[in-house]
């Protein structure tokens, strides 16, 4: 029964055939057949697991330990290990929790969730010929607001636009923000707090700070947090937005990028989903390199960082995610020898990421052709309009 707190779970390797030939093999003269077995079976509060995905390296390495131990005092070291890494992990969950509901009592406080979906494929042709051939890869950025009532904006562009790195992900903020605010009049305040996962080559590098100092610099707020979740538990509100479209996605016709646009539009017809459709010129060469990398700082390691307008010469970073821990500064300006440190300095303008579309790699190109007979003329159209290496 759901929910039933008394139901153990098995594991999602076993089912029921192999459970009763497992038995039969231990107890080799038992004439029961598989059908006594099976009614006896639910006759009790066990269920099988469901197969697991994307699970967590610490978890299962501190598994594989545990069941390789052999002695108490090693057991015990382990389990001490394993519950240490679980607090932390529910700490950060605590923390997401706390701080929305911090922005639900204070308008001038935003709370954001990043995460990039799952590469979509098109197109999604189920014809056997087609079945091991390459497709176009279709890209999804979530920027959900935990507590304002507008739907999640979903920033969509495919491999012929742009790659998928930090400055694919620090662009599709940016133009979020300008979307969404304008400048602050003085004295006013505002903050924006950013929950994302431990991705290096996409979240947690120094283009993200960088970008993070820049809209400082440019007004939009007055503080911004980046808070990290632990990796390998890492379910962000935003995971709930792609399951929608997932499910959405399965049961959709999908031949162009655009058809993924107009999917996801009617993935939560109560709520549409705020669609976003990256061009190249979207794509930023946002800085990666303004703000000064000063030794000793690894920001792969600290869960919590923070730039303000009060001290913008100085980062702040925590190591977990409790309020009792104290700050600790960064001087990340740049200052001249001798002199009093400024704030970092950032361009009005920066450059295009990519000057034109992306050349699809040779291969895949040759099997996206191959498919064109099995598409109609709207989507043959877009696939020679393609860039080939």
């Known amino acids: 029964m759901k929910g039933d707190v008394h139901r153990e779970y098995l594991s999602p390797d076993l089912n029921l055939l192999r459970m009763y030939r497992l038995y039969k093999e231990k107890n080799t003269t038992s004439s029961a057949k598989f059908w006594v077995y099976r009614d006896i079976f639910k006759q009790q509060s066990l269920n099988f697991g469901q197969p ?41 969950y605590t923390q ?3 701080d929305t509901e911090w922005a639900k009592a204070n308008a001038d406080c935003h709370v954001i969730s990043v995460d990039l979906q799952g590469v979509m494929y098109t197109p999604n042709l189920t014809h056997s010929n087609v079945y091991y051939q390459r497709q176009l890869s279709n890209f999804n950025l979530c920027i959900q607001e935990l507590v304002k009532e507008d739907p999640a904006y979903m920033c969509v562009w495919h491999e ?45 590098n120094w283009r993200m700070l960088n970008l ?17 979740m632990v990796s390998g538990h890492s379910f962000l509100p935003c ?35 705020k669609v976003m459709r990256m061009q190249c ?38 190591q977990s995610h409790s309020l009792f821990e104290g700050w600790k500064s960064w001087l990340i300006s740049k ?6 440190p400024q704030p970092p300095y950032f361009a009005s303008h920066y450059p295009r990421a990519y000057e034109s579309p992306l050349p699809i790699k040779k291969n895949k190109y040759q099997d996206l052709m ?8 709207a989507a043959r159209s877009f696939y020679k309009s393609l860039q080939s290496e």
């Open 52 to 92: 697991r995905s994307d699970t967590c390296g610490k978890c299962d390495a501190f598994f594989t330990k545990m069941s390789a131990a052999t002695s108490e005092e090693e057991k015990r070291k382990i389990a001490v290990e394993s519950e240490l890494h679980h607090r932390k992990a529910e700490k950060a």
């Open 96 to 98: 997401l929790q706390s």
């Open 160 to 204: 012929g636009i742009a790659h998928r790195g930090s400055i694919e992900v620090a662009s599709c903020i940016l133009k979020w923000v300008k979307t969404k605010f304008t400048p602050l009049p003085k004295p006013e305040v505002r903050k924006l707090i950013i929950f994302s996962d431990r991705c290096c080559g996409q979240n947690n």
């Open 212 to 228: 993070m100092s820049m809209l400082i610099s440019m007004g939009y707020f007055t503080q911004v947090e980046q808070k990290f």
């Open 239 to 273: 995971d709930r937005s792609f399951a929608t479209i997932e499910k959405r996605r399965k049961v959709s016709v999908l031949h162009t990028p655009d058809d993924v646009s107009k999917m996801i539009l009617e993935a939560q017809p109560a709520k549409p989903f």
């Open 281 to 318: 010129e979207d794509f930023r060469h946002l800085p990666d390199s303004v703000l000064k990398r000063p030794a000793g700082l690894q920001i792969t390691s600290v869960r919590w960082l923070k730039v303000t307008v009060e001290d913008p010469w100085n980062l702040y970073a925590r």
């Open 335 to 340: 200052p001249k020898q001798g002199a009093t």
């Open 370 to 377: 191959t498919m064109l007979n099995y598409l109609p003329a």
